[in-house]
């Protein structure tokens, strides 16, 4: 089994900025000349979260609105200036893993990999990829 490590970096414009890193993550599965086995996806930060989902921009304006709700920005937290970005980065994880077939992200038709911004400025944000397989 092989195993090749790539990471890549980008701005992010502030709270709930949402990115489609699919292109990114291709590239570098297609670099690492791997055929089958797994892409792992995994955003180093406290405050960013990695979502498959639909790049629709109705749908991102609804997990904003998610994410706000369950923790809204003026709550009465412990962390100084920025425990909801915390809160929101915990609820959902800062890793994916994708099955790699042909060379290509087995992605369904409607999944883009996309990382959240949770954090209250602009950040530049790095992403590790790992793939493992043949
Ligand atoms: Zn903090």
């Given at each position: 089994?092989?195993?090749?490590?790539?990471?890549f970096?980008?701005?992010?414009?502030?709270?709930?900025?949402?990115?489609?890193?699919?292109?990114?993550?291709?590239?570098?599965?297609?670099?690492?000349?791997?055929?089958?086995?797994?892409?792992?996806?995994?955003?180093?930060?406290?405050?960013?979260?990695?979502?498959?989902?639909?790049?629709?921009?109705?749908?991102?304006?609804?997990?904003?609105?998610?994410l706000?709700?369950?923790?809204?920005?003026?709550?009465?937290?412990?962390?100084?200036?920025?425990a909801?970005?915390?809160?929101?980065?915990?609820?959902?994880?800062?890793?994916?893993?994708?099955?790699?077939?042909?060379?290509?992200?087995a992605?369904?038709?409607?999944?883009?990999?996309m990382?959240?911004?949770?954090?209250?400025y602009?950040?530049?944000r790095?992403?590790?990829?790992?793939?493992?397989?043949?």
């Amino acid at each position: 089994m092989r195993v090749y490590t790539e990471s890549f970096s980008f701005k992010t414009r502030g709270p709930i900025d949402i990115i489609d890193i699919t292109g990114n993550v291709q590239k570098i599965v297609t670099k690492s000349q791997i055929k089958n086995g797994i892409a792992h996806i995994f955003a180093p930060h406290a405050t960013g979260i990695i979502v498959l989902t639909e790049n629709e921009e109705n749908l991102l304006n609804d997990i904003r609105r998610l994410l706000e709700d369950l923790v809204p920005e003026g709550g009465n937290y412990a962390h100084p200036s920025n425990a909801h970005a915390h809160l929101r980065s915990l609820l959902l994880p800062p890793d994916k893993t994708v099955p790699v077939v042909d060379g290509r992200l087995a992605l369904g038709t409607w999944q883009s990999i996309m990382f959240i911004e949770t954090d209250i400025y602009p950040r530049t944000r790095t992403v590790i990829v790992t793939v493992m397989g043949e």
